[in-house]
């Protein structure tokens, strides 16, 4: 049998419906490898649950944070910065992999848990991010985010602190990498969503090299809940989201899911 380095991302595990999606992913040998690219759940013991339950199927398992992880209420034990580090703790007992450890190496390519956040940069031309904010606020268009992360972190600063802590890592890698983020790195596929105002919470601009100059074969993300594959500059950026009962249910994915990144030997 070969080793096969599985992705997914947006299980979104409070939600009933997706429980036995989630009992689906499965190794089909157990030495693979599985790719967990984020929102896994908003709960702090239920994150730990699911990924407790993954990485008793899988050989070694490789998560990168998405947004619905950082979600917080003022009553939460762990909220902003402080809930991540609780997180990443967390998944370091479990043995899962994490962007804050030695990157795993899959059959010669090393696999990157990247957490970037976002910084609000996919806006319009001329706008401030306060401008950029209002608007799509004034067209009923507000992620959770403002309400579950920002009161608690000033989500630029720790994004840009994220981009130079993680610059500083990947420019020691040698070889090829996988990139797995829960963001997408570059915009393109954003300029699909129904809603441009969505965007500002989609990433930063300043990922937009990373897959060329970090010598990516792939780029797995998640957030948009539109699986498929988009190419830029010759590498593949993978979506590997399941996202909600209403946008999976009764619709062709594009995409396998969970999806097969890679094969060990191939």
């Known amino acids: 049998m070969t080793t096969t380095l599985w992705a997914v991302a947006d299980l979104h595990a409070a939600v009933k419906a997706n429980g036995p999606k989630i009992e689906a992913i499965q190794p089909s040998d157990p030495s693979d490898w599985l790719i967990v690219a984020g929102d896994v759940a908003e709960k702090f013991d239920l994150i730990v649950r699911v990924m407790a339950e993954l990485a008793g199927r899988f050989d070694t398992v490789i998560w990168a944070p998405g947004n619905h992880e950082l979600f917080s209420r003022s009553a939460d034990r762990y909220r902003g910065r402080e809930k991540y580090a609780a997180l990443v703790q967390a998944m370091r007992e479990l043995g899962v992999h994490t962007p ?34 209002s608007a799509a606020r004034e067209k009923n ?8 992360i920002a009161p608690f972190v000033d989500v630029r600063a720790w994004c840009w602190d994220r981009l130079a802590y993680t610059t500083r890592r990947l420019s020691r890698i ?42 990516a074969r792939a780029v797995v993300y998640g957030h948009l809940h539109m699986p498929g594959v988009t190419t830029v500059d010759g590498i593949e950026h993978i979506e590997v989201s399941l996202g909600y009962p209403r946008e999976w249910q009764g619709t062709p994915r594009p995409t396998a899911w969970p999806y097969p990144v890679m094969e060990a030997g191939a």
Do not use: K
């Open 141 to 148: 268009i507000m992620m959770t985010d403002e309400f579950a």
């Open 100 to 133: 804050e450890d030695t990157y795993p190496v899959f059959d010669g390519v090393t696999v990157v848990p990247l957490f970037t956040l976002y910084d609000y940069s996919f806006r319009g031309a001329g706008m401030s991010v306060d401008e950029a904010v």
């Open 174 to 215: 040698e070889g090829p990498t996988i990139l797995v983020n829960h963001w997408p790195l570059v915009q393109e596929p954003i300029m699909r969503m129904r809603w441009s105002e969505v965007a500002l919470w989609c990433g930063t601009r300043h990922t937009r090299g990373w897959a060329r100059r970090y010598n």
